[in-house]
Structure formats: C-alpha cells, structure tokens
C-alpha cells in the first residue's frame, strides 16, 4: 500500500483504556474459590434453559451446539475466569480483540473519550465495536464480587460474543443466499480442524489477537482492503474530505485552475502519484494520475474532467463515510470465499468486468498477460456469484439458445423475420429432426409451445455467438459459463454489463493455451484448430480435458486496491451493495445460519 502509515492511535487508547478498567480486577481481593466449575459449564451448554433461568433469551443460545464442540475440546474447563472466580487475563484480550472487531468493517461507533496530553486532558472521537463487548461483560469483569452464578454467565457470555466473532470474520455475517438469488454461495462451515484452532487460540494466553487474525481470510485483496478500510476510517476521524465543484470549464492538459489542486489531494488520498500537490497546471505528473484513475476505475480514459459533469468527480465526490461502508460490505464479500483460495485459480470481478489469472508458479509480467475485460450479465440478466470450475475446454462449439433467450429475443425477431435463422447459421431442430423455419406460423404460436417443442442450434463458425472457444463451468445448473464471443468490439467500451448472464472473455484463446500448456497446446496450434476470421471454414468440434481442473471464483467487487496500490471504484450496476449494507445493518443478521 502506498498510504502514509499512522499510529493507529485507536488500538493504543483502547489498550490503555483496558489496562485502567481492569487493574482493580487482578489486584488481592478476597473471594471465595467455587472449585466446580467445569460441571457448571457442561450443565449449562448440555441444559441451557434449566440451568440459567432467566439467561435462555440471550443470543449465546444459539449457539449452544458451537459451544459443546469448543468445551468438549478442553474437557469443560473455564476459558475466561481462573478457579478463583475472577476474569482471567484472557478475558482482557477478548475485550480488546472485540472492541477492535471494526478492522475487519464489523459494526462500530465512534465516541469520544478523555485522554491525558501535554498535562492535561482532552477529548478525542475513536473508533469502538460494541456489538460484541458490550455493557453486560464490561459490568461482570468490573465487579469486585460476584456469585457463583454470575461466574458462569459471564464465562458463557463471553464465549458467546468469541464465537459469534468468529463467525463473522471466518464466514460471514449472514446467509449470502437469503438476500439476493444472484448468489449461489452457501456459507461455509466451522470443521473439527476449525474447533481446533479455537481451542488452541483461547489457550495461549497473549496470543488471542494473533491467532484469531488467522481466521479472516488471507487473500491480499482482504488485506489491501482492511488496510484501506483503517485509513479511511482516520481520515474520517481527521474531518473526512469536501466535495469538489464542477469546474465549469473542461479540464485539459495545459489548463491552470483552482479545482486541480483539490484533484490531486483526492487522488493522492486514493494512493495516485500526483506531483506537486498544490500545483493548479495540467501537468504530466496530474495527467497521468487522472488517466491512470480512469483506467482502474473503468471510465473513458481520456485525461479529461468535464466542464458541467464528470464520472471523475462523481467517484471523487462519494463522501468517506459511504466509502467506508462500501469497504465493509466488500469485506463481508470476500468472507464468503474460502480463507485460502488455492495457488491457482481464476478470479472473475462481476462489478469491474475483469479477468485475472492467479498462479504461483508465475511472475508477475506473465500474470499480467491473462489479466483482460469481461463481458458479464446486464443488470436485468445478472451473472451470479458462485465457485465452479473448468474441467475441459470446447473449440469450435454449437450454442444451443437458452430457453430464456429464445423466448425473449428469438421467437419475437422470428415473428417478423423467419428467415433470422439462416442468416445467422442457425438450424430449428424438433427433437433431432431440422425443421425448415419458413414453414413454422411463429406469429400464432405460443411462448410455451414454442420452447416445449422446438431448439435453436447455431452452428461453428467465427460469428457463433460462443466464438470459437468455450469454457464450460461444470457445478452450476444455471447454464453460466465463459466463452469468446462475436462481438469482440464490446471489449472496448466502458459499459461491458451486456450478455445474458455468461462471462464473455476477451483473451479466450490465451487461456486456452494457458489451461492446455501441459497438453502441448500453444497460441499457435490454437489458431491452426479454429477460424481467424468470418472467411474461413468452421473448424471441428472437439474438446479437450484438463489435466487438473482450475477453480473459478465468481465475485462481485465494487472497489479493490490495484496493483501499484491505487484505489479503484466500480457502478454498483446489479444493486447488491444496497442489500447487503441493509442486511449488514439488520439486527437479526447476528451470523448463525
């Protein structure tokens, strides 16, 4: 990240505000010693209504089953309070780690609290999670005595508040599948392995912190944007950023006004190399930052701020605090992933209409070549999010149309036009039998009839609607695969939302190559197996299977951290930021499936 670093005074404060509250805790006190407290705990996780009374509408019952596993583990033994009766000093990293919960973009607030400087003191707005630590433990730790029963509802509070934490940095905070049908990605699951680590987390005493870090995911896209997150949340802190006027003149290279200065300060908060900062000339050092924005970010990259309206200022002008919240739902996106991806995979971005290939076994200029454009779902004929994989490869393929598609698109031109067909190389088949279309009475035939009794097939060639390859993705049962395609044009504009739900590949034959290298496929064999242009003759159908399939990630990622460390910003254009914001808002969301 290219960010300037802070002391993240934040965690500072906290720590010392936590070394304060709880010095009186650890001091001698006299209390009584309840020697039994395994017992109660195992009655409690086995019997929860019966042994707590009053405590069976607290949320930690609903995660009764998470906590036999975790106990079971220790053989019931307390986790929080020692055989005293008493918190133990793991129970102030708990609070720590949970009042810190807003790294990972879980719910925070900012407050004011009192801090001593230069001698004397004064109040400073922080960031504090409350929705993990909140006013029940902090009452319980700060009690000089408390009852027998007391121990056990704070120990089992505070399990509860760790455990719904863990699941939310590990999988995520709700069912992904329950707002939005354009996700097909179930929640993952906490294993025996995963029971494992917890356990070992919560017994190595100053290490809780550390450990359940582990539990986020590790790819440096969740990094990049938790470091993000972090700073924007500073810069929030600091007094946020203005909103920068149309300039009302066109801002070109050579053009002094005062706007620039205000550009290049929100473009260097974005991470862009911008030169001198209070410049008001169009220079290189300005040009290059504003097209290098506009590349990222998918705009026209042309150099150029318009007089009246721009996209430039409409990204530049989104406030810090609709910024921060568009990083936390990202991050709660990218929980819904495997913590480790894999060494290889493909990781299509639905919202930035991007390819990119991941392999370790390769540099970075050979990653850099199998990074292209997309072509994705419009917004009425989403792309879904989901995990698949590629198992072959199809050269030369048939495109049988959906039946979505022939209904809306097909049966509508052939009702005009019958003869669309043969124009297109495209045969109406009933059954297995060619059906001559200018025989059909497509003007008083149905929709149901239509799709019940007969297909469109187009055949291979250059201008078939799947191009010359095709890349089936074999988990899914909605028919979305990737493919090259006929209007290989589109690649070139900035609104690439546009096919029926498929991912249409701008680079298909270099994957190929790519995904056939140890089948002795090269870009050169490729191209001597399918047409190069519409004069040619079809090639022959065939496919061709992988030695090792390749996992394929599906996203939908409205802002990501480039390569150099710049922040780019994409249309949320199929609306799901909207429902997860209001999901992540939504009370009832507290992450048990």
Not at 191 to 196: L, M, V
Not at 538 to 552: A, D
Request: proline share 5%; hydrophobic share 40%.
């Amino acid at each position: 990240m290219k960010f300037k670093e802070y002391i993240n005074f934040n965690e500072v404060l906290l720590i010392a505000i936590g070394i304060i509250l709880l010095f009186p805790l650890f001091s001698n006190a006299q209390v009584a010693t309840y020697p039994n407290y395994s017992a109660s705990i195992k009655s409690a996780v086995t019997d929860p209504a019966s042994q707590l009374g009053s405590m069976a509408n607290y949320q930690f019952f609903l995660h009764t089953d998470m906590m036999k596993k975790l106990y079971s583990l220790r053989g019931y033994e307390p986790i929080w309070i020692n055989f005293q009766g008493r918190p133990a000093p793991i129970a102030t990293e708990l609070r720590r780690m949970l009042l810190l919960a807003y790294r990972h973009g879980l719910p925070a607030t900012m407050e004011k609290v009192a801090v001593k400087e230069n001698g004397g003191t004064v109040e400073k707005w922080t960031y504090v999670s409350r929705g993990y630590w909140d006013n029940r433990l902090e009452d319980y730790l700060r009690t000089a005595t408390v009852s027998p029963k007391d121990v056990i509802w704070f120990e089992l509070l505070a399990t509860e508040a760790f455990l719904r934490y863990t699941q939310h940095i590990f999988v995520g905070r709700f069912d992904p599948r329950k707002i939005d049908d354009k996700i097909i990605l179930g929640p993952r699951t906490i294993n025996d392995k995963t029971y494992n680590a917890l356990n070992h987390a919560v017994s190595n005493e100053g290490r809780l912190q550390e450990l359940m870090d582990r539990f986020a995911p590790e790819s440096a896209n969740y990094k990049s944007l938790m470091t993000l997150l972090n700073y924007y949340r500073r810069v929030k802190l600091a007094g946020g950023w203005s909103e920068i006027a149309s300039p009302g003149v066109q801002i070109a290279p050579g053009v002094e006004h005062p706007i620039i200065p205000q550009v290049r300060s929100r473009l260097k908060l974005f991470g862009y190399e911008v030169g001198d900062v209070n410049s008001r000339v169009y220079d290189d050092s300005f040009g290059k930052a504003l097209r290098r924005f506009q590349q990222l970010s998918d705009l026209e990259n042309d150099g150029i701020i318009g007089a009246n309206v721009s996209k430039v200022l409409r990204y530049l002008n989104v406030s810090v605090e609709n910024r921060i919240e568009q990083l936390s739902v990202n991050m709660e996106r990218l929980r819904w992933l495997p913590r480790k991806m894999g060494d290889r995979y493909v990781f299509v971005n639905l919202a930035m209409t991007e390819f990119r290939l991941h392999d370790e076994r390769l540099s970075a200029a050979e990653l850099e070549k199998l990074q292209f454009k997309t072509i994705n779902g419009k917004d009425v004929r989403q792309t879904p999010l989901m995990i698949d994989e590629i198992r072959y490869v199809n050269f030369n393929p048939t495109w049988t149309v959906p039946s979505s598609i022939a209904v809306k698109d097909k049966l509508p031109t052939l009702r005009n036009d019958p003869g669309y067909l043969g124009k297109h190389n495209m045969k109406l088949l009933r059954g297995k039998t060619e059906v001559d279309p200018m025989t059909v009475d497509f003007k008083n035939m149905s929709d149901e009839s239509f799709v019940s009794t007969y297909l469109i097939v187009q055949m291979p060639d250059y201008n078939n609607a799947l191009g010359v390859v095709k890349f089936p993705l074999v988990k899914n049962n909605k028919a979305i695969f990737m493919h090259d395609t006929n209007e290989r044009n589109l690649f070139g504009t900035t609104n690439r939302h546009g096919s029926s739900g498929c991912i249409r590949l701008e680079k298909p034959k270099e994957f190929a190559e790519y995904l056939l290298a140890d089948k002795g496929y090269t870009l050169a064999k490729i191209n001597s197996l399918v047409p190069q242009n519409a004069q040619m003759p079809p090639g022959k159908t065939f496919s061709e299977t992988l030695k090792r399939p390749m996992t394929v990630y599906i996203q939908y990622l409205t802002t990501e951290v480039g390569p150099r460390g710049e922040v780019r910003f994409a249309d949320d254009v199929y609306g799901q930021d909207e429902k997860i914001k209001a999901a992540l808002l939504d009370p009832k969301n507290n992450g048990d499936f």
